[in-house]
């Protein structure tokens, strides 16, 4: 959870750099931040919700 909102928290910068534009991110490269914030969001959440779950305490996927 602290590496999902860590990421999070990374995105606001570039969010206000597009206020002109009254932000949309359309055709804006993304900065470092924002790079650094979606590498951590995704296994963040992947860990929080899927593999690392109480429902799933060994860690491995689930078969079906």
Known sequence: MVVCTLGVLLHPSMYFQ???MD???NGMP????MTIGMTFVAPGCAH??????PVNPCG???LP
């Open 48 to 53: 929080e919700y899927g593999l690392g779950s």
């Open 60 to 62: 491995s996927l689930p």
């Open 23 to 25: 932000h949309h991110r």
């Open 18 to 20: 597009a206020r002109q």
């Open 30 to 33: 993304m900065d470092l931040s």
